[in-house]
């Protein structure tokens, strides 16, 4: 898949300017590429995967104000 067109599926689903690892998980399932396709491109795009579901990645909380 070319990378525009991969930037493009990802966009929508930013919060912050980051991807939470479950939905890269689920974008690589549905257009049937590897995890790590995804990481490489958010890598060079300067995109943080947040919210690791194996703790590898940061845990955004929810602020308590």
Known sequence: MQEEALLDEIRPLLRDGR?????????AARLQIK???????????QIRIVNC?????????????
């Open 19 to 27: 991807l939470a690892c479950r939905d890269a998980l689920a974008l």
């Open 35 to 45: 995890p790590i396709e995804i990481g490489r491109l958010c890598d060079r795009h």
């Open 53 to 65: 579901q194996l703790g590898c990645f940061g845990v955004r909380r929810k602020r308590e104000d």
